[in-house]
């Protein structure tokens, strides 16, 4: 193993890799440009609603093995709460109907075939359209594959793949989309059990997470921007954060784990994709009604997932650059009229938070698909991390964290 391994970017990639390093019994330094670890996974105090509120709302499934591995090493995963099973409420906000998607636990997906338990108005025959995906080829999109219409598409498939590529569907890389069916819809319904942390993405996933690095000798430093590296044949020789230059020994390695952007302009010739598309989440402080449930899908209405968290409701809308102009105050009471709908509220807009990220991920089409680079580059000791690597998956949490565990592993690989 390397004496020590460099980490730059403590977002989920970074600090997965920190983790999955220290199980490979390396010494680990992780460099962060901000003041707080987390990336776009993380948890802040929000002087305008005076409460502390996730930067974006993210759902788990319990398929996502490399997130849960994740948590389990930090001792975190007991954080997660969830129905425990397959199931997930919806609204359709047009013609107020409401139903349960109740999936069973085995490979074998007999709820398909009981009205009570799958999308209304669909037929056991319509979930077959799914297995298109899994034939097409790295160039195809969504809609050149499937036919992107009609109840099973609108209800379920549509926003479930919204939500995963965040992009429209029909024009999303197939292939990725048959990744994330394949491990969810296709995997049994014991791999779809939606996870939220209850208590914020911080208290589950960062601060778990940077505790259990520096109690295993690891060290993070905030405010330390890499401005350049120092490079001499095939590797990395030093790291220049412009104050201070720290040497990268022959034994040490690098990880790389920033926005493809920024890595863009540390490595030259490094194609990464170029494309973004937009997330909104709108945090209102209320308290939910009883017997809201933790997650509802919706649809029909500018809302597409509403949480409910203590003291607040957020929603999450995907693919959301249309909404990027629209002033704020107007923005916030659109989406609280579909709030108040789903959730029974009378009230009038309480106090709320836009957060708007304009490159919140990559654009999952095919073209950009084919620009992102693996884990390993030309220079022996540097390896890269990051949702917009080739990990197989949208830029997801469970993406994120399996990058930063297979550069850990491609370091360790190396010795």
Same mark, same amino acid.
């Given at each position: 193993m390397p004496r020590t391994v460099h980490i730059i970017g403590a977002g989920l990639a970074g600090l997965s890799a920190a983790v999955r390093l220290i199980g490979h019994a390396a010494r680990v330094h992780l460099y962060e440009a901000t003041t707080q670890a987390g990336g776009r996974c993380r948890s802040y105090h929000d002087l305008t609603i005076g409460m502390t509120i996730d930067n974006g709302n993210h759902l788990l499934l319990s398929g996502n093995r490399a997130a849960l591995s994740y948590l389990d090493a930090i001792g975190a995963r007991h954080l997660l709460t969830g129905p425990g099973e397959a199931s997930v409420p919806f609204i359709d906000l047009k013609s107020g109907e409401r139903w349960t998607l109740l999936a069973n636990d085995g490979f074998v997906p007999w709820w398909i075939f009981h009205p009570g338990r799958r999308v209304p108005g669909t037929s056991a025959r319509s979930y077959l359209s799914l297995l298109h995906l899994l034939r097409a080829s790295p160039h195809a999109k969504v809609g050149d594959v499937m036919t992107c219409e009609g109840p099973l598409y609108d209800r379920l498939v549509g926003p479930f793949l919204l939500a995963a590529l965040n992009v429209d569907p029909p024009e999303g890389s197939a292939t990725l989309a048959a990744a994330v069916v394949n491990e969810t819809l296709l995997a049994g319904g014991k791999n779809y059990h939606p996870m939220i942390a209850r208590e914020?993405?911080?208290? #589950?996933?960062?601060?778990?997470?940077? *505790?259990?690095?520096?109690?295993?000798?690891?060290?993070? *430093?905030?405010?330390?921007?890499l401005r350049a590296f120092a490079f001499e044949g095939d590797r990395v020789t030093a790291l220049d954060f412009g104050s201070a230059q $720290?040497?990268?020994?022959?034994?040490? *390695?690098? $990880?790389? #784990? $920033?926005?493809?952007? *920024? #890595?863009a302009s540390l490595i030259p010739a490094l194609e990464t994709p170029t494309e973004f598309r937009a997330i909104v989440n709108a945090h209102f402080k209320i308290d939910p009604p009883p017997g809201l449930p933790a997650i509802t899908g919706v649809i029909g209405g500018t809302v597409e997932w509403l949480f409910?968290?203590?003291?607040?409701l957020s929603v999450t809308i995907s693919g959301a650059d249309r909404l990027l102009n629209i002033p704020r105050e107007e923005l916030a009471a659109q989406i609280w009229q579909d709030v108040a709908q789903i959730a029974g509220i009378a009230d009038e807009l309480p106090p709320w938070q836009i957060v708007r990220e304009r490159r919140a991920t990559f654009a999952a089409t095919p073209q950009e698909n084919a620009k992102r680079p693996g884990t390993a580059t030309r220079f022996r000791n540097l390896a890269l991390a990051g949702d917009w690597t080739a990990t197989g998956l949208p830029a997801t949490i469970e993406g994120a964290i399996r990058s930063g565990q297979r550069a850990a592993d491609w370091i360790a690989a190396k010795t």
């Open positions: 914020g993405l911080s208290t #589950a996933f960062i601060e778990p997470g940077v *505790a259990h690095i520096t109690r295993n000798t690891g060290t993070v *430093a905030f405010e330390r921007q $720290v040497r990268v020994s022959e034994d040490d *390695a690098v $990880v790389l #784990a $920033v926005p493809p952007w *920024a #890595a409910t968290f203590p003291g607040r």
